[in-house]
């Protein structure tokens, strides 16, 4: 059982950074991989970026060069770091946990989700 719980999100305007946080509890074990999805009003939950327990990440076109994601050293917190945001950033934020070590983009092969974040970017 993984516990999940996002932070760190807030209005900002273009051009702005932020970066989220996910805290995971409970028996994430050694082999895993965490990422983060979004999602906004009225459309699919898409995958932003994500990192296994070697320290290997993987992101989404749409965020390269802009987004980064990254753990601690006790691989108990996850991070994303989100630089020069743009309004089509604007969604809910969500961790998600997958006990095995691939990183997937397909938002069925997580078991387990926090409750998200919001991140809104005005223009």
């Known amino acids: 059982q993984v516990q999940l719980v996002e932070s760190g999100g807030g209005l900002v305007q273009a051009g702005d950074s932020l970066r989220l946080s996910c805290a995971a509890s409970?028996?994430?074990?050694?082999?895993?991989?965490m990422a983060w999805f979004r999602q906004a009003p009225g459309k699919e939950r898409e995958f932003v970026a994500g990192?296994?327990?070697?320290?290997?990440?993987y992101s989404a076109d749409s965020v390269k060069g802009r987004f980064t994601i990254s753990r601690d050293g006790a691989k108990n917190t996850v991070y994303l770091q989100m630089n020069s945001l743009k309004p089509e950033d604007t969604a809910v934020y969500y961790c998600?946990?997958?006990?095995?070590?691939?990183?997937?983009?397909?938002?069925?092969?997580?078991?387990?989700w926090g409750q998200g974040t919001q991140v809104t970017v005005s223009s």
């Open positions: 409970g028996r994430t074990g050694s082999s895993y991989s």
């Open positions: 998600a946990f997958n006990g095995r070590n691939t990183i997937p983009t397909r938002q069925s092969l997580y078991d387990y």
């Open positions: 990192l296994i327990g070697t320290g290997r990440t």
